[in-house]
């Protein structure tokens, strides 16, 4: 049995992954995982595509135990693993909350180690793993300091995972600027700028991206003119200089 696996499948980036595989039609089933139970069951009635639902926390190691538990029966064969639950909380260090900061950290860096330990003994020849980080990775951010280090972490390990799976299996580190999904309304990110956050790219433009780029076998996925130009431009402006900007530019 093939199937996708997506993380984050509730909302935003992960539900535009969810459409795009359904209307695809290449796999027998989509399990989809996120805490909202309603809306998992929601994304199970709209599907044309058989889903089966993992509801959870992903810091937690429940979700991987009950996934990895699922992969052992059924003997399912991922063709599609897409990692996107995350969380991204701006502000001044000293002035964000400690559990948020860890959160950010457990979500984005420890639950995407884990899913993939979870994930990999099902994938081979042909599969892809995409892999959501962000521009905020590129360089240290000021003012963005522990999302921007979480999401460092995931571009880093993307990357090195390309190396080392290739050729049977693809990575795809998917680099988004601002999307236009719940993501800066549920964090709850208080101080921002809104004008940086005002050029948003639509979800499903950043998924049809990275099948694109999937098919390309290219290392990052940029949609829109924004990440493709932060990823060009990070290499020319020092550390310090970037968390400097940050610094700046995201809080006033
Ligand atoms: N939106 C942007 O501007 C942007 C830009 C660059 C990169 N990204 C990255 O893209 C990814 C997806 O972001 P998005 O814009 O789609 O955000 P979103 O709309 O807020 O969706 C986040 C998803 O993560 C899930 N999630 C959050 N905390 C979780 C937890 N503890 N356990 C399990 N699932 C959890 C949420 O589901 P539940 O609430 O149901 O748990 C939801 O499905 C993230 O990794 C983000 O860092 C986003």
């Known amino acids: 049995m093939k199937i996708a696996l997506i993380t984050g499948a509730t909302s935003g980036i992960g539900y535009a992954f969810v459409e795009h595989i359904d209307t695809l039609s290449e796999v027998d089933e989509i399990w989809v995982s996120g805490r909202r139970i309603t809306v998992l069951e929601k994304i199970q009635s709209s599907c044309k595509t058989r889903i089966r639902t993992f509801p959870g926390d992903c810091t937690t190691k429940a979700v991987g135990h009950e996934i990895e538990?699922?992969?052992h029966t059924t003997k399912a064969c991922i063709s599609y693993l897409v990692i996107?639950?995350?969380?991204?909380?701006?502000?001044?260090?000293?002035?964000?909350?400690y559990t948020d900061q860890l959160t950010m950290v457990d979500l984005n860096c420890?639950?995407?180690?884990?899913?993939?330990?979870?994930?990999?003994?099902a994938m081979g020849k042909g599969s892809t793993l995409f892999l959501l980080s962000s521009i905020a990775g590129f360089s240290p951010l000021g003012n963005y300091a522990v999302y921007a280090a979480s999401k460092a972490f995931t571009t880093s390990l993307g990357i090195s995972l390309r190396?080392?799976?290739?050729?049977?299996?693809?990575v795809v580190t998917v680099t988004p600027s601002s999307v236009d999904t719940p993501f800066h309304r549920i964090s709850k990110s208080t101080g921002i700028k809104?004008?940086?956050?005002?050029?948003?790219?639509?979800?499903?433009?950043?998924?049809?991206?990275?099948?694109?780029?999937?098919?390309?076998?290219?290392?990052?996925?940029?949609?829109?003119?924004v990440a493709i130009a932060v990823r060009v431009l990070h290499r020319c402006i020092p550390?310090?200089?970037?968390a400097l900007l940050g610094c700046r530019a995201l809080y006033r």
């Open 69 to 71: 538990h699922a992969l």
């Open 84 to 97: 996107s639950a995350g969380m991204g909380k701006a502000g001044p260090f000293r002035q964000s909350s």
């Open 110 to 121: 420890r639950a995407v180690v884990d899913i993939i330990h979870c994930a990999l003994p």
């Open 163 to 170: 190396e080392e799976l290739r050729p049977d299996i693809t």
């Open 194 to 225: 809104k004008r940086y956050f005002t050029q948003k790219t639509a979800p499903e433009k950043v998924v049809q991206k990275a099948f694109a780029d999937g098919q390309k076998h290219h290392a990052y996925s940029c949609a829109g003119r």
């Open 239 to 242: 550390n310090h200089l970037a």
